[in-house]
């Protein structure tokens, strides 16, 4: 068991841009969480995934932000037409619905920067 | 509203003085309760969890925590800290509401600072 991955680790973009980030969960966790987290503030939920289904997407999320997780396994999200607002650090997290080992686990994240 | 404080923004303790960070929940009932580190540019970690039972509990790099159920709080210890615990801490909480599904919402964090 390698963790959850992510990928890139870090990504420089011009303002307008699209840009996509990969994760991979440990193989058997069946939710995904993604977060996004700003410079001293705490993780903020955007979406998650329940296998392939995505069942909940945050106010945070415009139109520009998108996921999926395909099969159920690894899930990208793609942010079209960056803003400087973007800017952030985006963690993705697995976790079993088993309460024994319930929790988070945290891949290292991706942080955005938006020039 | 439904919120998790952590009162402390910033926190300076000496190498192997005790450190205790706060964290204070509000929800209708007692949530699952969770810690985190985070080392610059990290990912978080987690440290401890609570869900039920013992209020005390124990988790890695010698960290506990205690739940207390009349101040709603479940503040973080540790009896003496190392260099290496210099870090961002988060608290956690999972409300089990029906329709969160496992959402956790989290604090603002406690940057710790670890002087010689």
């Known amino acids: 068991d390698t963790g959850v991955s992510q990928d890139p680790r870090h990504k420089i973009t011009k303002r307008g841009q699209n840009v996509t980030f990969r994760c991979d969960p440990i193989s058997e966790h069946n939710r995904l969480y993604w977060y996004r987290q700003t410079l001293g503030q705490g993780p903020e939920f955007l979406t998650y995934?329940?296998?392939?289904?995505?069942?909940?997407k945050s106010r945070l999320l415009s139109d520009r932000f998108s996921a999926e997780r395909p099969k159920g396994s690894f899930s990208t999200l793609e942010i079209q037409r960056t803003e400087q607002g973007d800017s952030a650090m985006y963690l993705c997290a697995s976790s079993p619905t088993g309460a024994e080992n319930y929790g988070y686990t945290f891949g290292s994240g991706t942080r955005l920067t938006v020039v | 509203a439904q919120s998790v404080t952590q009162p402390d923004i910033h926190i300076t303790v000496s190498e192997g003085a005790s450190l205790e960070l706060r964290c204070n929940y509000s929800y209708g009932a007692t949530p699952y309760l969770f810690w985190y580190v985070q080392s610059p540019g990290q990912g978080l970690q987690l440290l401890l969890k609570?869900?039920?039972?013992?209020?005390l509990v124990q988790g890695i790099k010698g960290f506990e925590a205690e739940f207390k159920r009349s101040q709603s709080s479940f503040n973080l210890r540790k009896p003496s800290v190392h260099w290496s615990d210099a870090a961002e801490y988060f608290c956690a909480v999972d409300p089990l509401s029906t329709d969160s599904w496992g959402k956790f919402q989290f604090g603002a964090g406690t940057q710790v600072v670890v002087t010689p």
């Open positions: 995934f329940q296998n392939e289904a995505q069942l909940e």
């Open positions: 609570y869900f039920s039972g013992d209020t």
